[in-house]
């Protein structure tokens, strides 16, 4: 009998790397070469979606969303991250225990690793390529922000690709979900998947333990324990791993 495969789905900003204010920059680089105005509204990033973050900021400067003006968008902040590759490293940094734990899991036969992230698969490659992160998730799997507004569709996608891929059906609860804002959560719940948060972005602990999230980790440092989480298909409700878990 085959060993029951496990889906790891990861968020990438302040979840596995931290670029603190690339977002705004590459958007108000974007939003001028496309519709010729400066950045004066800036959107909430953490949870959001490209296509929801470039529709609100297209509204709020007074440019049409239609899909040609969000594609163009997409366009010019995929050139803008391309051309930032040989400085990223400098612009943010792995956080601590991503690299090690993305390394464990992809040893694991029955993981399949993969991505549901708001990024477009070309913003998440750039990034996680600057740290050697890419080795370890399966890119062709993921779900990423092009595709909806809406987080939870993202999730949907992924499991569609992996199913599709690796020839297998992935029950809800063998679905892992791992990111750091309650959007995170939100999107695993409405799937029935596992919700794991982490409290490395600007949700703490307390606020990611009360919208529900499965398990709640301070952060990635400790690999043994954050991997035994991970593997965990079907975790009591609110677990919460010891700090530096």
Known sequence: MSEKRILVLWDVDQTLVDYSGTGRE???QALTTVAGVELAHVPAFPGRTERSITVELLEAHGVEWTEEHVERMFAELISIATA??????????ALPGAPQVLAALAGRPEVVQSLVTGNLVELADCKLAAFDL????DLEVGG??????????????ARRA??????????PRSIVVIGDTPHDVAAAQHHGAVAV???????????????????VLTD?????AVVACLLRTAPGDGD???SGA
């Open 26 to 28: 590459w958007y108000g």
């Open 84 to 93: 930032a590759r040989p400085h990223l490293t400098s612009l943010g940094r």
């Open 134 to 137: 890419l080795p370890h998730v």
């Open 144 to 157: 990423y922000g092009s595709v909806s507004t809406d987080r939870h569709e993202l999730v949907a996608a």
């Open 162 to 171: 992996a199913e599709a891929k690796y020839g297998t059906t992935f029950d």
């Open 197 to 215: 948060a982490v409290a490395t972005g600007r949700h703490s602990v307390a606020e990611l333990v009360a919208c529900g999230a499965d398990v």
């Open 220 to 224: 990635l440092s400790d690999t043994e």
């Open 240 to 242: 919460q791993l010891p």
